[in-house]
């Protein structure tokens, strides 16, 4: 592509309400990139990414190459039924099917274009597994909470957990030491960002904003701060939410907790 690839990876995990962990990377790839004399924006094709054909093909061979090395390793454990398994030639022979099925990836454009994806992210990269609005109560030993059930029509409905329990599911969203939740890569590296993007904007014909100074904020300087009733200091509004955002967050009805 004549072009050095950058990323940014975004691994995102959300609280295990039916007990089933879903760990997942969002990726982000800019349609484009410096040149690797960083000289030149070069920019991508409109069909720039893999056919569709071709990415469940390579999906599928990785996948079933690293699940047979795994088990090479030990790291696979089988209990129950699966216990046959264990045994290397009828692993082997129930891998090998796999191979001759056709795999599916989910390979669409966004509904909202790019800036909804990326505002979609934005809202989850530095929030906790469940937020304190969605926690309801904690009574006799039993921590009550929210959550939406997307299978029926994404009703939103009253969770109970005991403590231990609700706990332990909140601690496999901490990460093992040296992990991190987001990775950039490339002019968005942070050893290389403050070098690359000011290029990146000049290359593509982008103005950067300058730097604002900052200063203490009065009502005065904006119609949005408002003084406070207690101590007259200034109140700024920092979120404005639509009347979904707000139904969204408002206690669940009483037939849907049923």
């Given amino acids: 592509m004549g072009r050095r690839l950058q990323r940014a990876w975004f691994l995102h995990s959300g609280y295990p309400v039916r007990g089933c962990l879903h760990p997942h990377l969002h990726i982000i790839i800019p349609a484009g990139g410096l040149s690797p004399d960083h000289t030149r924006w070069v920019r991508s094709r409109n069909k720039y990414f893999l056919p569709k054909k071709v990415l469940r093909r390579v999906f599928r ?29 009828i692993f082997a022979a129930w891998l090998r099917p796999l191979y001759r099925k056709d795999w599916v990836v989910y390979l669409k454009r966004p509904f909202g274009g790019p800036e909804y994806v990326l505002h979609y992210l934005g809202r989850y990269t530095h929030r906790v597994a469940i937020s304190n609005h969605r926690l309801v109560s904690f009574l006799d030993g039993q921590v009550t909470f929210r959550w939406r059930h997307s299978a029926d029509h994404n009703k939103q409905k009253l969770r109970s957990l005991p403590v231990e329990e609700f706990l332990t599911r909140f601690l ?3 990460l093992p030491q040296g992990f991190v939740r987001i990775r950039h890569f490339g002019f968005l590296a942070s050893r290389r960002r403050a070098k690359l993007l000011p290029l990146c904007f000049q290359l593509l014909g982008a103005a950067q904003q300058p730097p604002h100074e900052e200063h203490t904020p009065s009502t005065d300087d904006s119609p949005d701060l408002y003084p406070c009733p207690k101590c007259g200091a200034p109140m700024k509004v920092s979120e404005r939410l639509t009347a979904a955002e707000i139904q969204l967050r408002s206690p669940p009805r009483t037939s849907a907790a049923a």
Avoid: I, N
């Fill in 61 to 89: 061979g990785k996948f079933r190459e690293a699940l047979k090395q795994a088990f090479q390793d030990g790291l696979l454990r089988f209990d129950g039924k699966l216990k046959l398994l264990a045994k290397p030639k």
């Fill in 172 to 174: 496999l969203h901490l």
